[in-house]
């Protein structure tokens, strides 16, 4: 064998190395993601399972014939307010003038506690211009880890 066929072979190693190198980082660095994206899941998930809510009233009340939504937070998930969605007839009740969310009467908070109520009180100005003067008879709460509850209005 001459120096040709060892210095071929010397780079045909070099480039197997170099190529089992790259292969490994590139598996590496795969493991890890997927790794990662199950313990966000089973995060996600033991998270929706302490999720509870209950919608413990729904009614159309005076003064001025609001909808008023109270809601209670039956789990043990710290739940944010604005990640909250009140639908009125399978349409979003909007989180701006419209509508006032109140936990435990603080209207400030972006917080519901586990035990803690929730109370939306929509306006009937957003009432008529959404349902024509009408009112809706079904409302749905629901979070953003995807735990719901509904109701009948009365």
């Known amino acids: 064998m001459g120096f040709g066929v060892s210095g071929a072979t010397a780079v045909v190693v070099v480039g197997l190395f170099v190529s089992a190198g790259i292969f490994y980082d590139a598996a590496a660095t ?19 399972r302490n999720t509870a809510v209950a919608v413990a009233n729904a009614a159309i009340q005076s003064p001025g014939n609001a909808l008023v939504v109270t809601m209670e937070n039956t789990g043990s998930t710290t739940l944010g307010v604005p990640e909250t969605t009140l ?25 519901w506690l586990p035990g803690e109520t929730l109370e939306v ?26 735990v719901s509850d509904a109701a009948e209005v009365r």
């Open 30 to 48: 795969s493991y890890e993601a997927v790794d990662e994206a199950e313990d966000d899941r089973a995060e996600a998930l033991l998270e929706q």
């Open 87 to 111: 639908l009125a007839e399978n349409v979003v009740v909007p989180h701006d003038a419209n509508a006032t969310w109140a936990v435990e009467s603080d209207t400030g908070t972006e917080v």
């Open 121 to 146: 009180t929509v306006s009937r100005t957003w009432l008529d211009t959404t349902f024509d003067g009408g009112d809706p008879t079904r409302v749905k709460v629901a979070t953003d880890t995807g």
